[in-house]
């Protein structure tokens, strides 16, 4: 009696670790889900002449058929402008595991990005939404020229 429970419950177990092996390896199949996220990219904007940065920028986000594509939060360092921009995280899942993730720009794949401050010249970056995901530290750079020019940057 005691050598048949012990079997049943030795191949419960080894029934149990099989199958989690087998969705391990994927034998039932992995499925890939979409999910629609915001990501945050830093972007610092700086002189073009003296390389200082600039505090104060408000950003503006445009995408083909949509005139309100990212948004600005506060960074908390000094000239960062952190922008989260709209982004699509495909999951790979098994049963049991997920077995990974990657990030796609969302429907347009080009990004319009508006940097506007009072002292200087606003500006318009187009950029890649792929690209600008994948840029490490994700923190893209932007020079500004100054609205008014001085002795010392004619």
């Known amino acids: 009696m005691k050598n048949k429970i012990l079997l049943i ?3 419960i177990v080894l029934s149990g670790a099989g199958f989690v092996g087998a969705d391990y390896v994927g034998l039932f199949g992995i499925t890939e889900k979409p999910e629609y996220v915001l990501q945050e990219v830093r972007i610092r904007p700086y002189n073009m002449f003296d390389n200082a940065p600039i505090e104060g920028v408000r ?3 445009f995408q083909q ?10 960074s908390g360092r000094l000239g960062i402008v952190s922008v989260m921009v709209p982004s699509i995280k495909l999951s790979r899942r098994s049963l049991l595991f997920e077995k990974g ?4 720009g969302s429907r347009d794949p080009k990004i319009q990005i508006m940097l506007i401050h009072v002292d200087y010249i606003s500006k318009v970056e187009s950029v890649e939404v792929a690209g600008l995901l994948n840029l490490p530290g994700k923190l893209y750079k932007v020079n500004m020229e100054p609205r008014i020019s001085t002795p010392d940057n004619q």
């Open 9 to 11: 419950a030795v191949s």
């Open 65 to 74: 058929g949509n005139g309100n594509a990212c948004t600005q939060r506060d």
């Open 101 to 104: 993730y990657h990030y796609i």
């Open 59 to 61: 950003v503006r986000c």
